[in-house]
């Protein structure tokens, strides 16, 4: 059974940095294109940034360019996004979400990805 699990959300002031970690269970994690997704009260999920299987590539909504940034580590299967300088716009639910590689290359589009975590509470005040 695939479980992808987020951690570390919480609230915090503006210009604070969080620290979001997505621990994955039941599948190969490091054939796993891995990307992060939030969706803010009364709108839609949004693509946030992602990172390819092996860690070679990383990309982000332009949004977030700069103030975020995805890692990763194969041997502990897990993914992290890093949050800087955040926003009272930043407020979301965040959601990590995994997509084989062997389904198609990496994509910012949420039907694409075959699991997803449960979501964490990011809640930024000004």
């Known amino acids: 059974q695939v479980q992808l699990v987020e951690f570390g959300g919480g609230l915090v002031q503006a210009g604070a940095s969080l620290r979001l970690s997505c621990a994955a269970s039941g599948l190969a994690f490091s054939m796993h294109t891995m990307a992060w997704f939030r969706q803010a009260p009364g709108k839609e999920r949004e693509f946030v940034g992602l990172i390819t299987w092996a860690g070679g590539r990383s990309s982000y909504a332009d949004s977030v360019k700069g103030r975020f940034s995805i890692s990763r580590d194969n041997a502990k299967n897990t993914a992290y996004l890093q949050i800087d300088s955040l926003k009272p716009e930043d407020t979301a639910v965040y959601y990590c979400?995994?997509?084989?590689?062997?389904?198609?290359?990496?994509?910012?589009?949420?039907?694409?990805?075959?699991?997803w975590g449960q979501g964490t509470q990011v809640t930024v005040s000004s």
């Open positions: 979400a995994a997509k084989s590689r062997y389904s198609g290359g990496p994509t910012r589009d949420t039907r694409e990805y075959n699991y």
